[in-house]
Each structure stands twice: as C-alpha cells, then as structure tokens.
C-alpha cells in the first residue's frame, strides 16, 4: 500500500476536512480527494463520511488511524535531518485548552510561531471535553487542568497554577483580623462568593485544603469564566478563588486585596497533553518544546 495514501488519510482524520488536509499536505483538494478514493478502493470500505461540516471517521477509519498514525509519525521523525524546525513552521497545529490561560498565557507565547509561518488553530473548552477531542484525533494538543487518563493520550507537567483569595477593599476591611488568624472559615462566613460553576470546583477546593471543611457561605454570583469572575470581585460583588496570574494586575492596582495568606501556597499542576506518538508530527513538536521552555520563565502562575 502506498504510504503517500496512508499518509493523506492520517492528515484527513486529524484535520477532519478534505481541505485542511490539503493545506497541511501541501496538495490541492482534488488531488486529497482522489488519494482518499483509491485507498478507500484498495480496502474496500468506506473510511469517511461525507457532510458539509467536513468528514467523519467511519469505525474502519478510526481504527485504521489507530494502527497506522504512531508508526507513521515515527517513520516522519526518522527520515527528518534532526533539525525539524524549518519544516515544521510549514505545518498546523490545533491546540486547546482553558480560555483564561490560552488568553494571557499560551497565545502570546506562540505568537512567535504564527509571526514565522505556522498555522495555528486554537479552541478554548473544559478539560473533559478537550482531551476526548484529543484522543479522538481532533485536536494537537490540550493544556489541561487535570491529569489525562485516556490510554491513548501522554501528558507532561507543564506549570504550576497557584491559587489566590481575594476580594474587594470593602468587602476585606470587613474580616476580623484576629477571628480569621483563629478561625478563618467564621471570619470569612458572611461573605458573599462568585463562582465559575454552581459547584463551586476552584472555591472549594481552596476551603478544603486550607480550612479542611467546604465553604457554606452565599453564592452571590455564577459565571463560566475566571476573567468574568474577577470583574465581579472587582465591581463589589463578592470575593472569590482566583489563579494568581489572572488576580495579579487587579492586585496591583489595588481593586482587589487578599483575603487569606496560607503558609503553603495551594497549587495545581498543569499538563500538556498529546497523543500517544503525536510528538514525531515537527509542527507539534514544536509547539510542545516551545511552550515548555517558555513555562519555565512564567514560575506558578
């Protein structure tokens, strides 16, 4: 079997259209759909269907995609000359991952890479969801906010999220300095919180670790993204749990105060994930290498 045919079929089920494959083949479509067609000839089934969104990886395509993607990202790595660099500004790339980080960290960092010619395609979502786009060959790579456990997905420590209370001047000068030295789930009892989700995932944890208990105070606001939920903190509405590098300029700015001081700051690890063989693909190792070397200069964020 020709491995130009198996090769466009692998780009077709990560890009999920005939003409992103094209693109990151450097093929015109006709010429992906004709290569797609005798393949599919050769094995006698269907690898995609057909819509208007794109295609659509039949079982035989995905499994197929399965048996062939790391053997022939390995075999793209061996025959490379060492110094991929070059080539892989030629390629594309589709990350993910939470859209406060992608917003203030992840895009400026690779915006070097755009300015040098990769192509970037970048979509923000929960974890859960993105690591299943990832295992299902949709996405590149994910920055996720928890550990995968997909058996198809690699992941590696990234960075450091340390996680910051804070509240409005108002709001703070109304805490008891000594009630919250010795009891500071009653010191901050009456205060009024803002939320990412009904479930209070961030806050939560962030009571249990330094109070040991959750937080049974009233949920004033709830709202599906950290950016939002610092401007409520800001405007007076209640205090909140916050990563540091999105709490940091309002900090400085004075809009907000810290409500709590731990001896040991919380933190949560972040991972970049990638599917099993997906770092002999030059444009995704790339990606990966660069955000890691620049992860190291950003400390907890």
């Known amino acids: 079997m020709d491995l130009d045919l198996l090769a466009t079929f692998l780009e077709i089920h990560r890009a999920g259209s005939l003409t992103n494959a094209a693109t990151r083949r450097g093929l015109s479509q006709p010429a992906v759909t004709g290569q797609l067609a005798r393949l599919e000839q050769q094995i006698g089934e269907p690898l995609f269907v057909r819509s208007r969104r794109g295609v659509t990886p039949t079982a035989r395509g995905d499994d197929l995609a399965r048996r062939v993607g790391p053997h022939l ?167 909140s749990v916050l990563p540091r590098y999105l709490a940091e300029p309002a900090l400085a700015a004075g809009s907000v105060e810290l409500l709590h001081h731990p001896h040991v700051a919380p933190l949560n690890t972040l991972y970049l994930a990638t599917r099993v063989g997906g770092l002999a693909h030059p444009s995704v190792a790339l990606v990966h290498d660069h955000l890691m070397k620049r992860s190291r200069l950003w400390g907890a964020l």
């Open 73 to 239: 990202d390995q075999l793209r790595s061996a025959i490379s000359d060492g110094d991929s660099g070059g080539d892989a500004l030629y390629g594309q790339v589709h990350l993910a991952g939470p859209a406060e980080l992608v917003t203030a960290r992840v895009v400026p960092a690779l915006a070097p890479l755009a300015a040098r010619g990769l192509r970037l395609r970048i979509s923000v979502g929960l974890a859960g969801d993105l690591l299943s786009a990832l295992a299902n060959s949709r996405l590149d790579l994910v920055v996720s906010a928890v550990r995968p456990a997909l058996k198809n997905v690699a992941a590696t420590p990234f960075a450091d999220e340390e996680f910051v209370l804070v509240g409005p001047p108002t709001l703070a000068r109304t805490v008891d300095p000594a009630l919250l030295a010795t009891d500071p789930v009653k010191a901050l009892g009456t205060l009024p919180l803002v939320a990412y989700a009904e479930e209070l995932p961030i806050i939560r944890r962030y009571w249990r670790s330094e109070f040991g208990r959750r937080p049974s105070n009233e949920v004033a606001v709830v709202v599906p993204d950290l950016r939002a939920v610092l401007a409520a903190v800001v405007a007076g509405a209640g205090v």
